[in-house]
């Protein structure tokens, strides 16, 4: 097997025991871009040289026996979170040149772990979207298909990692994108609960919603990742000040007697039959591992779509008002200010940014903020409370990812409402603000990836990771590599 199909674990025996170096990991990883990456096109920045850089510091420390977790494993980064000196886009025009001058906390937290940064990874603009057709470069493609969208708006990240272009990557999810692009593209995707991890340099889009999170080939290298960046930070006042466990530790736990909730709501008309058939059968083999399925009710869940696409919207347009020409990145001339501030705006932003801004300033107007933000903010409430009954029930729920398993590119793209809808199975977790991974449970006649969903409690990234693990380790759904 080449090195950049490998998983975290394996690599790093590799490397301890020296049997490998970084740059023949990086060797494998590089390759594989050149072979690959014109045809997938997951990659905004691919940032070689400084990779090399990065992999000479992490030999050292393992040649002085410093390592850690991460020490010398190519990793790549979504294009919303800020990397000092190297071009952080958002996919956006508006940020073409934008280089930042200062580290995320994520990536500061992985570069203190000695990672190497094989490059920023494409996105919908800002975030928004769910295939990568948003993109102010262009469209990133499924790596089991490639007349498919790999999903996002992470699905860059997501169909780096599918097409072994990377070990590992991380993602952010607003509404579904980091679960939404892992289940189309066949890999693992974990969005940690609100508060888990700082979201410090990440590009804003929905503050409320926002949470950054792994996307890799199985759940150990997920855990793995969420030990790395997880934790408190001065500088996110979101960020919660618990304890951070041991993620890995909590893997090859049995699950006997854990009950899993089935949300009647999840299993709703409309949803793909290779889908659902390839989920029914996901839960029938967690409860031959001695899980007890309860059928549970999130009954709000009809308004969650409706409620996100205010509230995302309205904070999306506050966050997006920084860009005005002045601060950042792009700057068209006009003949006074404002002209200015309006050329550089309708010039920099993509359609759906566009319409997203509308949408969300007309939400907060006065006179229609109580009947559209207010009211949403309601409902929000409804559908966290929702889980925490359905969680008094239960310890997990499981439900499919998406309703769809990849569609094809240009398919959704005349109709922001169907487009909408193949977030319709994640949107409530993010409202909710628990935490919920995608990890993969079988393929379509099509040969695309389906992905499960486990929700867990508040802060409850354990239990997750737990069930994800002993699901996973009784299937092989997580070897299979899509052949390019
Ligand atoms: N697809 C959803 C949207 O377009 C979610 C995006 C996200 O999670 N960043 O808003």
Redesign the pocket.
């Known amino acids: 097997m080449k090195l950049n199909e490998m998983n975290i674990r394996e690599l790093r025996r590799l490397l301890d025991n020296r049997e490998v170096s970084v740059r023949d990991v990086l060797d494998d990883v590089y390759g594989r871009i050149d072979a690959v990456e014109d045809k997938v096109k997951a990659f905004i920045t691919v940032s070689r040289d400084e990779a090399y850089r990065m992999a000479e510091h992490a030999q050292e420390s393992i040649i002085s026996n410093r390592m850690s977790l991460l020490s010398g494993i190519p990793i790549a980064v979504k294009d919303n979170m800020c990397t000092k000196g190297i071009l952080t886009t958002c996919a956006s025009k508006i940020l073409h040149n934008f280089i930042p001058p200062y580290e995320s906390t994520v990536t500061a937290k992985l570069k203190e772990h000695l990672y190497i940064l094989v490059g920023k990874t494409n996105l919908?603009e800002f975030?928004?979207?769910?295939s990568t057709e948003n993109s102010g470069f262009h469209t990133s493609r499924n790596p089991w298909n490639l007349e498919c969208v790999p999903g996002?708006?992470s699905g860059g990240s997501a169909a780096a990692v599918a097409a072994g272009e990377c070990i590992a990557a991380v993602g952010?999810?607003?509404?579904?994108?980091i679960r939404q692009p892992a289940s189309l593209c066949g890999v693992v995707g974990l969005k940690p609960t609100y508060g888990r991890v700082s979201r410090y340099g990440l590009v804003a889009?929905a503050s409320s919603l926002d949470q950054i999170g792994p996307i890799t080939r199985d759940v150990s290298d997920a855990a793995a990742m969420l030990t790395a960046i997880a934790g408190h930070d001065p500088l996110d006042s979101t960020s919660v000040s618990y304890d951070t466990p041991d993620y890995e530790a909590a893997l090859g736990k049995e699950i006997k007697g854990l009950r899993i909730g089935i949300p009647k709501e999840f299993f709703i008309e409309g949803i793909d039959k290779d889908v659902e058939e390839a989920v029914h059968t996901a839960i029938k083999k967690i409860e031959s591992l001695g899980a007890k399925a309860v059928e549970v009710s999130l009954p709000h869940t009809c308004f969650a779509t409706a409620a996100y696409y205010i509230l995302?919207t309205s904070e999306a347009s506050s966050n997006l008002g920084r860009y005005d020409g002045v601060k950042y990145g792009l700057r068209e001339s006009g003949k006074d200010l404002i002209d200015m501030y309006m050329k550089t705006r309708a010039k920099g932003f993509g359609t759906e940014v566009k319409r997203r801004i509308m949408l969300g300033t007309y939400a907060l107007s006065s006179g229609y903020y109580d009947a559209y933000y207010k009211k949403a903010q309601q409902v929000r409430t409804l559908i966290k409370n929702d889980f925490a009954n359905a969680f008094k029930e239960v310890d997990v729920i499981v439900t499919p990812t998406s309703p769809t398993p990849a569609f094809k590119v240009g398919e959704k793209t005349t109709d922001p409402l169907q487009m909408?809808l193949s977030?319709i199975f994640t949107i409530s977790v993010n409202l909710a603000g628990v935490p919920g991974i995608s990890i993969p449970c079988g393929f379509t006649k099509g040969n695309l990836p389906v992905g499960l969903q486990i929700i867990g409690k508040h802060f409850d990234e354990e239990t997750l990771l737990k069930a994800a693990y002993a699901y996973e380790q009784s299937t092989d759904w997580h070897m299979r590599r899509p052949s390019l």
């Open positions: 919908d975030a928004m979207g769910s996002g708006s952010s999810d607003t509404g579904g994108s889009f995302a909408y977030d």
